[in-house]
Structures are given as C-alpha cells and as structure tokens.
C-alpha cells in the first residue's frame, strides 16, 4: 500500500476491516481480521465489487449509501449483515485528496462502544462516558461545564460518610437538571449536555442550593455553556477533539476563570480541529523530517545501525506535536506514514539497514495492523535490511493476539523488538509472550546504573536472561564513556545515546542504519 492518501481515507479507523474501492463500487484495497466477517483475505478481495460483501438485500442498501456520498462526506456507522451472515458496523468517507476513492470500515457491533461506566459518587456518568455521549450530539445541543475549585476542601471538613453523601447529593441534583446525559469530569467539574434551545440549566445554582441545605457555604463556581462544532467530524474524532480540549482548557486553569469563558473554550475547540486536519494530512502525507542516530556495539564502538527520530517544525516543537498526535488518534497513521518513509529509503540505500517503531496500539488494531502487514509483504525483498520495534509495552494487554503479529512480521522475514523495555515482572511476561530479536532496554534505567546494588542486579540479570535466551539487548540514553563501559560490562550488546553520536540528517553511505518512532520522551527531539 504505497499510497499515502490512502492512509488520510482510514484516519481515525477504530474497526477489524478497512476496504478502500472506486466509484465504481470495485474494492481497490482490503486489510484486517477477515475471520468471522469477511472470511477472505485482503488480496483476494481486491478487483472484486464491494457490494458482494454483504448480503444481497444490504448490498441495495450499500449501493445506495455509496452514490450519497459526495467528496468530504462521512456516512455511518450503520448496521449491516454481511454475506458471511456477520452483522457489522458500516462506516464511509470519501477522501478528494485520494481521487474521490471511498475508504470503509467494518466493526464488530458492540466491539468498541463508547464506555458506560458510572462514577461511583456520584451516580454519574464517568469522565469517559459522559465524552463519549457528547461526541455523538448533534450541532443542536449544547454542553455545559461547571466548575467549582473548592469542592475537595468542602469534602475535607466533612466525616468520610459525610463527603460521601455530599456527592450522592450532587449527583442525585445534577440529574434533575433536564440533561439527556450529566457527568463528572474531574475532582472539581461536572457537564451537562441537552438541546440548546432548552436554555441555561443553572448547574452552578442546584449545587450551591444542595450545599446550603447541608449547612455548608458554597465556594465561588464558574459555569459556561458551550455550543457543540466540528461539522463533518466522525464520532471518535467529535470524542478525541472534546477530550483534548477539556483537558488542555482545565491545565491551564480557565475553568476557574471569572466571567463568560465559552468564546475561549469555543476558539480553542475550532484551533484543535483545524490543527487536527492539518495534521492528519502532514502525517499522512509524510511532511516531516526523520534524522538518523547511531546504534553502536558496545564492544566494538562499531556502528551496528541508525534509527530514525521524526521531527516536526513548528513552535509546539516535537514532543508537543506527538502528543497531539497520540491525544487525537492519529498514532496508527503516523506509524504507517513513517514505515513508508523508512521502506522508500532503504530501496534507494542499498547499504542501509533501517527500523522503524509500530506502537503498541496500531499493533493490537486489527484495521491498522492489516494496513501495516499489507505495506510490508509488498517490500519483503527489504525485510534483511528492516527491523520493527514495538513502543508502548506497557499498553499491551493482549499479549496473545500481539505475539501472533509478532510472528506474521518475523515469517515475513523482518525482526522484531520491543522498545522502552524494563525491569520488572512485565517484562519476563513480554519475553516469555513474545518471540523477540531484540529488545532497546528504557534509558531511564541506564542513567540509574551505579546508583543502586539491587537495582543493578536485577537490570544485569534481566539483561543476561535476554542474552541467554538469543534476544539481543540495547542499552539507550549512553552519555558518557564511563556509561558505554557499565553498559557493556553489565552485558548489554549494543548502545544509543550522545556519546555514542547524535542525530544525523542523513545515513552516511555504506553504513547500515535503523528509523523508529519512539514514545513520548525528550528524545523524540
């Protein structure tokens, strides 16, 4: 899949199967967990009509939703029964940046719905819930933010049994608002969300009226209604844009501002979903830089191969930016934009041995990893040449479905580690989990080296287990010379860090060389 629009058309995609097909309705690409859906193969599929994927009576419908859409359009998610007698969720968008190509996606119904949890307090929908409601309003609602500072002290001068009823009490207040959903967003602000035309809901005055009828004196509160935006915006892009922008409001403090804040919440939503289109469109086009850093055998001082740093200009800087990118969703485009770049320079250097870093997360997505896959099994005459590290360890929670990619990758021929790997009883799971030729051991852990007898025994025993077992280890963040030698001493194979070299712009000729994405350090810039 050497196209990158093709990766703008599947942003945001949260399903098990992607299919990308003309105006014609001829599928032009296909990836994911075929299985209980679909029951072919991404390549099988490909020349094929679309509409044969469901059953002939949906299949109208299909047609139908299809020749609807117009160029930036999104339809779904709707409910069909495939041809396998599977029912999915349908969702469409037609890309003008892609030749007018529509990308779909099918999801199991029920698979990823938006989480219901209750916060127990209150009775109210949790922070999650209550965002994932708000992302499937209408541009006629409104949502209202109440925020009172001083709630945890006023919890604090009361008995434990008494903060408890307190909280029942607001809870139990809040919900006869008139709000078709209510929630509690942090320790100190609750939302609300109902049509705008049923006007203020005065949330700020039904919790000083509860606390006054407990004898208590209200703190001063701060409440906004806000209107609802992002016309076009798929359902998880409305969740993710809303997410980041209560949380980036509430850091830095204008909940607790005086007066009407809904003009600076409202500017700042707008700025998010223009920053969040821009930027699906940067990362899907590639539009950034990769700069190269040596990774050298410790015992040699040789230089064993590169990995690659993306890098963004702009005055957010890099780590902002990749934040943003994980706040968004947009992590699975970024990782698949990067591992085009790195296959493109690797087929034009042909001495240059290059990896690139897949997170966790694009690993665990059927959609994404299928996307993934694809890209490789194209280039797999490159795979000698590639390795693939795996960031976010830690976010892994299934470990046999992502042992399982691990093995598609290394059949495939390409090897395979784990990045920001560490001590501890995680970490043998992973390496009893997963079958791994490398693992990049989280610098963090490194620097500490000589500070602690214990802690350097369990690095060193971690590190010889690797060993031991054919797992070739890395040791990050080497700063100095007296690093390089503990490092090497402790058994650690090969090294990364200033000492060793820094970024470079370029891969020296006839030298091998690695591109990852790493997680959100420092060193990202």
Known sequence: MSNPARLLGFAFANADFLFEMDGKGTILFAAGAANDLVKESGDNLVGKPAGKLFKPSEGVKFATFSKALKDGDRAGPFKLTLATGAQANLAMFRLPQNGSHISCTLARPGARTPSADIDPRTGLASRDGFLAAASQASAKDALTLVNVPGLPELCAQLSPDGADALMQKIGDSLQTAGASSTGRLSDTSFGALAPATRGKLDLSGKLAEVMTEGGLTAPQMTETRIGLHGAGLSPEQRLLSLRYVIDRFAEKGRLDAKGDISDAFNGMMDETQLRLAEMTRTVGEGAFEIVYQPISDLATAKVSHYEALARFTGPEGTGETVKFIEALGI?????????????????????????????????????????????????????????????????????????????????????????????????????????????????????????????????????????????????????SEAMAKAAREMGFHHGQGKWLGAPLLEIPSAAAGVARRQGLKESWG
């Not at 250097?349 to 059927?366: D, E, K, L, M, W």
């Not at 590290?389 to 992502?402: K, Q, V």
């Not at 602690?452 to 040791?475: F, P, Q, W, Y």
């Open 331 to 479: 992590a699975n485009v970024f990782d698949l934009a990067v591992a085009n770049k790195v296959l493109g320079l690797i087929e034009q250097n042909a001495s240059a041995h290059i990896a690139f870093n897949v997170s966790g997360a694009t690993i665990a997505s059927p959609a994404s990893f299928g996307m993934l896959a694809a890209i490789l099994a194209k280039r797999r005459k490159l795979a000698p040449r590639t390795l693939i590290e795996i960031t976010e360890t830690a976010a892994i929670a299934d470990l046999e479905s992502t042992g399982k990619a691990i093995q598609v990758l290394r059949e495939m021929g390409y090897r395979v580690g784990l990045d920001d790997f560490g001590a501890g009883a995680a970490s043998v799971n992973y390496l009893h989990a997963f079958q791994v030729d490398f693992v990049k051991f989280d610098g963090a852990m490194i620097q500490k080296i000589g500070n602690s007898k214990r802690d350097d025994a369990l690095l060193a025993g971690l590190a010889k287990l690797c060993g031991e077992m054919g797992v070739t280890t890395i040791a990050e963040w080497i700063e």
